[in-house]
């Protein structure tokens, strides 16, 4: 099983940034995906970043410009930095963790990011 822990959600004014750490723990040498979801008030939780164990990385066209993931393998954390924040970018953001040759996802519990003036 896996373990994750997200942290880094805060109140921001619109334009600035914030970074979201993503710790994971457990058996963590059998990820092979790492993604960032969010879920809006009254929305579906949707894609918007993740990263492969080789480092290929995959945008939501909503996100692609202004987010960006990375990993560190050594600490078992998944980053996403978040600049030119705005309004509709309020939303709790999840992390998820995949096995390889698995179907099986694993979800750490979010981080509300509230983005207003």
């Known amino acids: 099983q896996v373990q994750l822990v997200e942290s880094g959600g805060a109140l921001v004014q619109p334009g600035g940034s914030l970074k979201l750490d993503c710790a994971a723990s457990?058996?963590?040498?059998?990820?092979?995906?790492m993604s960032w979801y969010r879920q809006a008030p009254g929305k579906q939780r949707d894609m918007i970043a993740e990263?492969?164990?080789?480092?290929?990385?995959y945008y939501a066209d909503s996100v692609k410009g202004r987010f960006t993931i990375s990993r560190d393998l050594a600490s078992n954390t998944v980053f996403l930095q978040m600049n030119s924040l705005k309004p509709e970018d309020t939303a709790v953001y999840y992390c998820?963790?995949?096995?390889?040759?698995?179907?099986?996802?694993?979800w750490g519990k979010g981080t509300l990011v509230s983005v207003s003036s």
């Open positions: 998820k963790a995949r096995h390889v040759g698995s179907t099986v996802d694993y």
């Open positions: 457990g058996s963590t040498r059998q990820i092979i995906l």
């Open positions: 990263i492969t164990i080789m480092g290929a990385t």
